[in-house]
């Protein structure tokens, strides 16, 4: 069973960055596409970001387009999140996720195949 840990989440004021990363506990055909999924609170969790194991096939929500880089290690079975210019509206659970393809990301109703625990991100104005 693959695992995911997140961490780097934490509170800035309005204009901040931060720096997200998740590791996996091992490379399987079900981590080849890892990124970001976020939850605010009474509202469904949709995808922010997600790459390949290459590096060169990415996809951002409309919302953090412009604001946010999605990067990754292949070598250490980790994906970032480089989170800029950062707003309230991007308050919320920050979780890592995993899958063999990128559908999860930009579906209605996202369900990889694996979840992290969740880091939260709280931004201030």
């Known amino acids: 069973q693959v695992q995911l840990m997140e961490s780097g989440g934490g509170s800035v004021q309005a204009g901040g960055s931060l720096r997200l990363s998740c590791t996996a506990s091992?490379?399987?055909?079900?981590?080849?596409?890892m990124g970001w999924i976020r939850e605010i609170p009474g509202h469904e969790r949709v995808g922010v970001a997600v790459?390949?194991?290459?590096?060169?096939?990415?996809y951002y929500a409309h919302a953090v387009r412009g604001r946010s880089t999605v990067s990754r290690d292949h070598a250490k079975n980790t994906v970032y999140l480089q989170m800029d210019s950062l707003k309230p509206d991007d308050t919320a659970m920050y979780f890592c996720?995993?899958?063999?393809?990128?559908?999860?990301?930009?579906?209605?109703?996202?369900?990889?195949?694996?979840w992290g625990q969740g880091t939260q991100v709280t931004v201030s104005s």
């Open positions: 790459i390949n194991t290459a590096g060169d096939d990415t």
């Open positions: 091992e490379y399987a055909a079900s981590t080849n596409f």
């Open positions: 996720a995993a899958d063999s393809t990128d559908f999860p990301w930009v579906s209605v109703h996202p369900h990889p195949g694996h």
